[in-house]
């Protein structure tokens, strides 16, 4: 069975520093991976993907994230964090679809990211 | 082009109440799912629609929960009778079929509050 772990629940950075959000995921063959945000009162956005291809991912509002096989993470990250980016952030990964096209997703637990000014 | 949408966005119900949450996906998404995060943990999958027929339904808990898609366009999640342990916040999203790999998008989702 695939799952997803989010080590943290709470992270903090100060406005300006580079910021790491933590995913390690486990699935019996190649991962789809996902992070999404969710910003108060609002759904689930989506930022970045990874499926195939450069292990490092570009995705929204400046974010990416770098699949890395060997460790099994997909940790998301940012060069210069925003107050605007404070948010609970979400890892998911997903099996290899079937035929018909789309599988469901399991998420990790959440971690609540603070921006302090 | 507009998003997933939920309605209500709040529902507050006595236990042994009914509920009826609903979906409109994106136009043209045939993959509808239903998730449910509880207070704290993480956000699980309910179920799985391709068009009207249910794909995949290992997630839903018990026989209190019912899922419809008539017509495969917006899909209703009842819940009857509602117990506490209902109370979370429902998610739909939706996806485009025949892309492998697309994302799911997500609808603000519905706060359940079972007193």
């Known amino acids: 069975a695939q799952s997803v772990a989010q080590p943290e629940d709470q992270v903090n950075v100060a406005e300006g520093n580079p910021l790491t959000v933590k995913c390690t995921y486990s699935?019996?063959?190649?991962?789809?991976l996902f992070w999404y945000v969710q910003y108060p009162n609002r759904g689930l956005q989506f930022l970045l993907k990874?499926?195939?291809?450069?292990?490092l991912v570009k995705g929204s509002y400046g974010f990416e994230a770098e699949f890395n096989k060997s460790q099994t993470s997909f940790h998301l990250k940012k060069p210069s964090a925003l107050v605007s980016d404070s948010a609970l952030y979400f890892c998911?990964?997903?099996?290899?679809?079937?035929?018909?096209?789309?599988?469901?997703?399991?998420f990790g637990t959440g971690t609540r990211l603070t921006i302090i000014p | 082009e507009a998003g997933v949408t939920q309605f209500p966005s709040h529902s507050v119900i006595e236990k042994g109440q009914t509920v009826t949450l609903r979906c409109d996906p994106i136009?043209?998404?045939?993959?509808l799912y239903w998730y449910r995060r509880v207070m704290g943990k993480e956000i699980k999958f309910l179920l799985h629609f391709v068009k009207e027929s249910k794909q995949d339904e290992s997630g839903m808990p018990n026989n209190r929960f019912l899922a419809e898609r008539t017509g495969g366009t917006y899909s209703t999640l009842k819940v009857q009778p509602a117990e506490l342990e209902d109370s979370g916040v429902y998610f739909c999203a939706s996806s485009h079929r025949q892309a492998s790999g697309m994302a799911q998008y997500f609808g603000p989702g519905t706060r359940l509050t079972v007193t």
């Open positions: 136009s043209g998404h045939d993959n």
């Open positions: 998911a990964v997903r099996d290899k679809p079937s035929n018909f096209g789309n599988e469901k997703l399991t």
């Open positions: 699935v019996s063959g190649n991962p789809y």
């Open positions: 990874y499926i195939t291809g450069d292990n």
